[in-house]
């Protein structure tokens, strides 16, 4: 998990499932509290979530670092 605090909507969603990975890894998938069971988000999905918030994340980052952009003359 990164440590600089999220500032975009994007970070903050990857931020969440990152929390919610660390729970399911920490606790397992399954919780009991007395009479209640609590069964938490598909690990699989999770990772899924996660790979494709990153994603969104690292285009925010290029997006806001912007590119160099060269243009070639046909001759």
């Known amino acids: ?8 909507a994007a970070q903050v969603r ?5 929390e919610a990975i660390a729970k399911i890894l920490k606790g ?4 009991r509290y007395g009479e209640r069971q609590v069964t938490r988000a598909d690990l699989g999905t999770l990772r899924k979530l996660e790979n494709d918030y990153a994603a ?3 285009a925010e980052a290029n ?3 912007g ?3 060269i243009s070639y003359m046909r001759i």
């Open 1 to 8: 998990m990164s440590t600089s605090v999220p500032t975009t």
């Open 28 to 31: 397992g998938q399954s919780v």
């Open 14 to 18: 990857l931020s969440a499932v990152q």
């Open 56 to 58: 969104d994340v690292a």
């Open 67 to 69: 590119r160099n952009r």
């Open 63 to 65: 997006r806001n670092r």
